[in-house]
């Protein structure tokens, strides 16, 4: 199982350029941004930084949208990147949170893009698409480049599009029962769409804090990474409004929590000071990330392994960070291979 380090692309960049080049001496595999450009810097402009100064490191956006950049910009920046790196980056995109709600626009639509997910891969690997009536190619692309395309999602009709058209698949969440439903979702949708299930890279992303153990840790830990069930929650609310709180469509276990949501700050959004999250109970925040020593945190990475994840993805959004991305390269990402 490869480990992958999610940050978010706060000042000084330097910080974060610093960040991902250690997570690559300590064993990671992918380098991942939030793509906020209003609530954070611009990540884009930090990759290529991040690129000249690792040699394996894949980075890329977790995740971003189709609305907030024009498809053609998206593939045209991997391709740059790719040009200069090897086949380094890899497109995380999804319908949109914090990106479009900042703004007051919604998220995309599912069919707005799948479309995106296509377009966007056929132009960065060099292949001509149609666009608005005309057949547009990036001709520099050189033979062999390769962009796979990683969708996140949680509802049916968004797991289907994984399994249908993406190249990944990108779960905001740890719960392993919900890892399972989602995973043989998507594969089931891969298989009716003629795809061999295996190929879908499996990407599970949540906060990860290492502590001691003890009770007092624990407590630490789970105010430490609470903000998450709030932005899961706004996904899920989503999810709600379109099948309702008990619909067979959608586990108990993914919508039952967000009763007591009463909105949501996103001046504050994936901060661990979020109190709009307070809602979220510590059963939620234990079982959507991975707390505790080590030897939990692999316990945990392996039943997820044994669902058939092959990435799990370190939100690194808490007072220790750099602890935790030192722990896991000395004492967790060993015992994964």
Same mark, same amino acid.
Not at 93 to 122: H, Y
């Given at each position: 199982?490869?480990?992958? =380090?999610?940050?978010?692309?706060?000042?000084?960049?330097?910080?974060?350029? *610093?960040?991902?080049?250690?997570?690559?001496?300590?064993?990671?595999?992918?380098?991942?941004?939030? *793509?906020?450009?209003?609530?954070?810097?611009?990540p884009y402009?930090?990759?290529?930084?991040?690129?000249?100064?690792?040699?394996?490191?894949?980075?890329?956006?977790?995740?971003?949208?189709?609305?907030?950049?024009?498809?053609?910009?998206?593939?045209?920046?991997?391709?740059?990147?790719?040009?200069?790196?090897?086949?380094?980056?890899?497109?995380?995109?999804?319908?949109?949170?914090?990106?479009?709600?900042?703004?007051?626009?919604?998220?995309?639509? =599912?069919?707005?893009?799948?479309?995106?997910?296509?377009?966007?891969?056929?132009?960065?690997?060099?292949?001509?698409?149609?666009?608005h009536g005309?057949?547009?190619?990036?001709?520099?692309?050189?033979?062999?480049?390769?962009?796979?395309?990683?969708?996140?999602?949680?509802? #049916?009709?968004?797991? *289907?599009?994984?399994?249908?058209?993406?190249?990944?698949?990108?779960?905001?969440?740890?719960?392993?029962?919900?890892?399972?439903?989602?995973?043989?979702?998507?594969?089931?949708?891969?298989?009716?769409?003629?795809?061999?299930?295996?190929?879908?890279?499996?990407?599970?992303a949540a #906060?990860?804090?290492?502590?001691?153990?003890?009770?007092?840790? =624990?407590?630490?830990?789970?105010?430490?990474?609470?903000?998450?069930?709030?932005?899961?929650?706004?996904?899920?609310?989503?999810?709600?409004?379109?099948?309702?709180?008990?619909?067979?469509?959608?586990?108990?276990?993914?919508?039952?929590?967000?009763?007591?949501?009463?909105?949501?700050?996103?001046?504050?959004?994936?901060?661990?000071?979020?109190?709009?999250?307070?809602?979220? #109970? *510590?059963?939620?925040?234990?079982?959507?990330?991975?707390?505790?020593?080590?030897?939990?945190?692999?316990?945990?990475?392996?039943?997820?392994?044994?669902?058939?994840?092959?990435?799990?993805?370190?939100?690194?959004?808490?007072?220790?960070?750099?602890?935790?991305?030192?722990?896991?390269?000395?004492?967790?990402?060993?015992?994964?291979?």
């Amino acid at each position: 199982m490869d480990v992958g =380090l999610v940050l978010q692309t706060d000042p000084p960049a330097q910080a974060v350029v *610093d960040l991902m080049v250690r997570a690559e001496e300590l064993g990671f595999s992918h380098g991942w941004t939030f *793509d906020s450009h209003v609530l954070w810097q611009e990540p884009y402009v930090i990759y290529p930084r991040i690129l000249e100064r690792t040699q394996r490191l894949v980075v890329g956006p977790m995740v971003t949208n189709p609305a907030t950049r024009d498809w053609t910009v998206i593939a045209s920046l991997h391709a740059t990147l790719n040009e200069q790196f090897g086949n380094r980056t890899v497109c995380g995109i999804g319908r949109g949170d914090s990106a479009v709600r900042v703004q007051g626009r919604p998220p995309t639509t =599912l069919a707005r893009l799948e479309e995106s997910i296509r377009v966007i891969r056929e132009l960065a690997e060099g292949r001509p698409v149609e666009l608005h009536g005309t057949t547009v190619r990036i001709p520099w692309v050189a033979d062999g480049t390769k962009l796979p395309v990683w969708m996140a999602g949680y509802g #049916p009709k968004a797991l *289907d599009l994984v399994g249908r058209a993406a190249d990944g698949f990108i779960l905001q969440l740890a719960d392993p029962y919900l890892v399972e439903w989602t995973v043989k979702t998507v594969r089931a949708a891969a298989e009716a769409a003629g795809r061999d299930p295996a190929t879908i890279t499996i990407c599970v992303a949540a #906060p990860a804090y290492v502590g001691d153990g003890s009770a007092e840790s =624990l407590g630490h830990a789970r105010d430490q990474c609470r903000w998450f069930g709030g932005m899961v929650g706004n996904h899920v609310a989503d999810l709600v409004t379109r099948y309702g709180e008990t619909s067979a469509a959608v586990p108990a276990a993914l919508t039952g929590y967000i009763r007591g949501r009463e909105g949501y700050d996103y001046s504050h959004h994936g901060r661990a000071d979020n109190r709009s999250t307070d809602f979220v #109970p *510590d059963d939620v925040v234990e079982r959507f990330c991975l707390l505790g020593p080590p030897s939990a945190q692999l316990e945990r990475l392996a039943e997820l392994k044994e669902l058939g994840v092959d990435q799990f993805a370190i939100y690194a959004m808490h007072d220790a960070k750099e602890a935790t991305i030192e722990a896991y390269g000395a004492s967790v990402i060993p015992a994964l291979h």
